[in-house]
């Protein structure tokens, strides 16, 4: 160990994360202490790490961390997410901030002071790369003015932030790829609560927990796009056909409006949602090099369903497909209508939420379609009091499945119960 370069230590320090880990690290020799003093780039204060945190004094913990932070130099990457802890002192935060700014890429940022520190102003026309913000406000952005140089990733977690300030912060961003907004508080000035981003940069957007009434989006490039557990009535995407993965769960939009992104989309996945088939396949057709469709736990508008005839004409290159939604009498049929083969499937996810005899019958039919398939995985839900006929058709369901697969020997089997 004696023998170890002091830049190589450095780096072993800073995988270790949690600040305290690294000063009880460090304190192995006089030659670890150096690596902490001059090489260590990443430091970490999680309250979640270490539960302590939580009951020393807010002055004590100030301290600490003052004390941790001024014993380095050169720092990249700094966390410090402070969770369940009273407010701190906003000038002994700042001081953190302003010794450190010059050299951060890496900022992680989760602390309440009074008052609020503006992290856009101290850490604005700095090397800053990575920007994760949760429970802060963002107010006043000038445009053109306090600009990320470097910025590439950027993520908002229960931030409060007008919805002007929001996109200017974004223009702020020259070289933005990935975009994160979680929960966050959109301050408007009407009653129509409007977000309008714009980015040339964007690549890869993720949306959670947010309740509009309009929201569009103009990005060139983007590539990913996934919305989680939101309300809105209008979501619009504007783009160049980028898009290769979209993604939406238990969203409830009234008007969805990928427009001409779809072209070249490689993986749209959806769930907990409800479907107006015609609309939905409208929007996705012309995706002809889709590799992977799933519809898991969606609802379909009256009596609509997929068509599996539509799906192998129009998606030629699906590899995976994965549905899960009510079965109906009657309904079942017609979505097997058709002779066209899934001639590239090799991987089928079918799932039920209440098991009956139809399911058997739709599995058969659907295998019947995928001559190259390699793994079918069948997940259901069972719940923990069954009545004696549920339990049979449970029993009888299996049974088929084993006598169906004997024709499918070269067919991997994967039951997934929940």
């Known amino acids: 160990m004696e023998h170890l370069p002091v830049e190589v230590i450095g780096n072993i320090l800073s995988r270790l994360g949690g600040a305290r880990d690294v000063v009880i690290a460090s304190a192995t020799c006089c030659k670890w202490r150096d690596a902490y003093r001059r090489h260590l780039h990443t430091l970490s204060f999680n309250s979640n790490d270490w539960p302590l945190y939580r009951d020393l004094t807010t002055s004590r913990l ?6 941790t932070i001024f014993q380095t130099s050169g720092l990249q990457g700094l966390s410090i997410m402070m969770d369940d802890v009273d407010e701190f002192s906003a000038s002994t935060v700042i001081a953190w901030l302003m010794y450190t700014r010059e050299t951060l890429r890496r900022l992680f940022y989760n602390v309440r002071t009074t008052p609020n520190v503006n992290i856009l102003d ?30 590439k990733s950027l993520s908002l977690s229960y931030v409060s932030i007008s919805a002007l300030d929001l996109n200017l912060l974004l223009t702020a961003c020259p070289k933005i790829e990935i975009l994160e907004l979680v929960n966050p508080e959109i301050a408007m000035s009407d009653a129509q609560v409007t977000v309008e981003l714009s980015s040339l940069t964007l690549k890869s957007m993720f949306v959670e927990a947010i309740s509009l009434d309009k929201f569009v989006l103009e990005a060139d490039c983007i590539e990913r796009l996934h919305l989680k557990d939101c309300a809105l009535e209008l979501f619009e995407l504007v783009g160049k056909g980028s898009l290769k993965h979209f993604k939406i769960d238990d969203v409830s939009v009234i008007h969805l409006d990928l427009g001409d992104t779809v072209d070249n989309l490689e993986i749209v996945d959806v769930s907990n949602f409800t479907i107006i088939w015609p609309k939905f396949y409208q929007m996705i057709s012309r995706s002809s090099k889709l590799k992977k469709l799933r519809l898991w736990d969606v609802v379909f508008d009256e009596d609509e369903i997929v068509d599996l005839e539509t799906i192998a004409v129009c998606f030629p290159q699906l590899n995976h497909l994965s549905l899960s939604y009510d079965l109906r009498e009657g ?7 058709g002779s066209t083969n899934l001639e590239n499937l090799v991987v089928l996810e079918l799932g039920w939420a209440v098991i009956n005899d139809l399911f058997s019958h739709w599995v058969e039919g659907i295998l019947k379609r995928c001559p190259k398939l390699k793994k079918l995985v069948i997940s259901g839900v069972v719940s923990e009091i069954k009545t004696h006929e549920e339990c049979q058709m449970l029993a ?4 088929s499945v084993v006598h169906l697969m004997r024709k499918y020997l070269l067919v991997e089997v994967q039951f997934e119960y929940e």
């Open 396 to 399: 009888n369901f299996t049974s």
């Open 122 to 151: 101290i850490c604005g026309r700095q090397k800053l790369e990575t920007l994760v913000l949760a429970h802060n406000s963002i107010t006043g952005v000038e445009p053109n003015f306090q600009r990320f140089p470097c910025l």
């Open 331 to 337: 309904v079942v049929h017609y979505s097997l209508q």
């Open 62 to 67: 100030e301290i600490l961390i003052t004390q």
